[in-house]
């Protein structure tokens, strides 16, 4: 019976993915959430036993290792899969250069802190939380969401310097996905970062008309890297992605701390 914790699964990708992994009862799905009694009231009528939801805050290291020891009652003591899905992608700095937000260096540095202590600093006391349990799981795979935007060489052709505070979190928890798998190959375990490409979760339904012409400019980017690309999957879709590539992984096949694109492959549209 393959166990799970998910991070973030009261919406978007967190929401497929509990979605997904439920549907088979064999396996135990833990998703981890910031109010329980709402994400309960959004998958009642999913009627599925197998899924046990428990409240967490990744600036919290305690509350990590609460929902930790409150997962290890669950899965007798061990744990297969860890998805490390939530992270925060801030909306101000979304679209513009880093000269140009440094123009409110107060709220540049707010939005560099808030990136870096959720999608890096939190990741690792995640991580550090739930590796006893792991070690003893079978499977022994812990997968981080990641993003085609935390590509170095990538983002420095295509003049991609839309998104930067998030970037930067995101290529430096791609190093910190390395760094765990240096210390636990030689037990075992796969580390893996895969990003899930451009998907629908809600996040341009309110923007300004300001901010959708900066937006259509990054598409312009965008086409020229992956011309003919298909823009937004639906998050559905973007699991079953990304689970395939996470599950086609391995250590014997050369994949611990791999970045990887949702094709299996450093191509990220």
């Not at 998910?6 to 959430?33: C, D, E, H, W």
């Not at 560099?112 to 939190?122: A, D, I, K």
């Not at 895969?194 to 341009?204: A, S």
Request: aromatic share 8%; glycine share 8%; with cysteine.
């Amino acid at each position: 019976m393959p166990s799970y914790v998910i991070t973030g699964v009261n919406r978007g990708i967190g929401y497929a993915f509990l979605q997904n992994l439920s549907s088979n009862p064999a396996n135990t799905i833990v998703g981890l959430v910031r109010n329980v009694a709402d994400t309960e009231a959004k998958i009642a009528e999913w009627k599925t036993p197998n899924i046990h939801l428990l409240p967490f805050d990744l600036r919290d290291p305690e509350s990590l290792q609460k929902a930790a020891a409150a997962t290890s009652k669950i899965t007798s003591g061990s744990l297969d899969w860890l998805i490390a899905n939530a992270g925060l992608i801030p909306e101000w700095s979304s679209y513009d250069p880093l000269s140009v937000l440094g123009r409110d260096a107060a709220r540049l540095t707010q939005e560099l802190n808030e990136c870096f202590s959720t999608n890096v600093v939190g990741q690792v006391h995640l991580f550090n939380a739930f590796m006893p349990l792991i070690l003893k799981g079978e499977v022994k795979k812990v997968l981080t969401l990641s993003s085609g935007l935390a590509d170095t060489e990538v983002a420095a052709k295509y003049k991609l310097y839309e998104g930067a505070p998030y970037s930067i979190s995101k290529a430096a928890m791609n190093m910190v996905t390395s760094k765990y798998q240096a210390e636990f190959a030689d037990k075992g375990v796969l580390f893996l970062g895969i990003c899930p490409g451009p998907v629908n979760t809600g996040q341009y339904e309110h923007i300004t008309e300001e901010d959708r012409k900066k937006l259509m400019h990054r598409a312009e980017k965008f086409e020229a890297y992956a011309p003919g690309n298909k823009g937004l999957s639906e998050p559905d879709d973007a699991v079953k992605d990304v689970l395939r590539v996470a599950e086609n992984a391995s250590l014997a096949n050369g994949d611990g701390g791999a970045y990887l694109s949702h094709f299996g492959t450093k191509r990220w549209l």
